[in-house]
């Protein structure tokens, strides 16, 4: 079943969802993590304006996967947003998660092509699971400049003064740091 579509400004259409094995998009068989399952795997497809399939691509595990949403960015990649039980595979990785579930971003080029996946979420010291990582590794200011925020703040954290740093600034005139002291 689709459970997030989205459009590019050029009427490409981006379908996400999940299905059980034997299931079918566009005359295709979907593969499935395990075709005796009855449990849902993910999929993601892009499709042409006139609905065509252009191409698909699935990731699961041994337990039920949800999807939350597609999206297309300003490059044509599609982000798929998921909910993910169990070690999950995607592409050639596989992606343990921490507790019952966690949050999955996966990215796909626009020629269908699998990107590394990340699972954003972690058991804290409380047994609480809470997003752990940054959606992105690289900030857009709102000037258009790429800053690689993962090098200044190993800097600012090997300062004496400093245990923990997180640089901001995606869509801002400018980069800011929150710093936490010693």
Not at 34 to 44: N, Q
Request: glycine share 12%.
């Amino acid at each position: 079943s689709v459970q997030g579509v989205a459009a590019a400004p050029d009427g490409r259409i981006a379908i996400a969802g999940t299905f059980a094995a034997g299931a079918e998009l566009g005359g295709e068989v979907l593969p499935a993590f395990d075709e005796r399952s009855p449990l849902a795997d993910a999929f993601a497809a892009s499709l042409s304006p006139d609905g065509a399939r252009r191409w698909s691509a699935t990731f699961g595990g041994k337990e039920n996967d949800a999807i939350a949403g597609i999206a297309i960015d300003s490059v044509g990649r599609h982000i798929v947003a998921a909910t993910a039980r169990g070690t999950i595979d995607v592409g050639s990785t596989q992606l343990p998660v921490q507790g019952a579930a966690d949050g999955l971003v996966a990215w796909i080029m626009p020629d269908g092509t699998k990107c590394p996946a990340v699972m954003l979420g972690n058991l804290d010291s409380d047994g609480y699971l809470s997003i752990t990582e940054r959606k992105q590794d690289m900030i857009k200011t709102s000037g258009g400049k790429f800053i690689a925020p993962q090098p200044i703040e190993s800097a600012l954290k090997n300062h004496d003064l400093i245990s923990e740093a997180a640089v901001l600034g995606d869509r801002r005139q400018f980069a800011a740091a929150l710093i936490r002291p010693t």
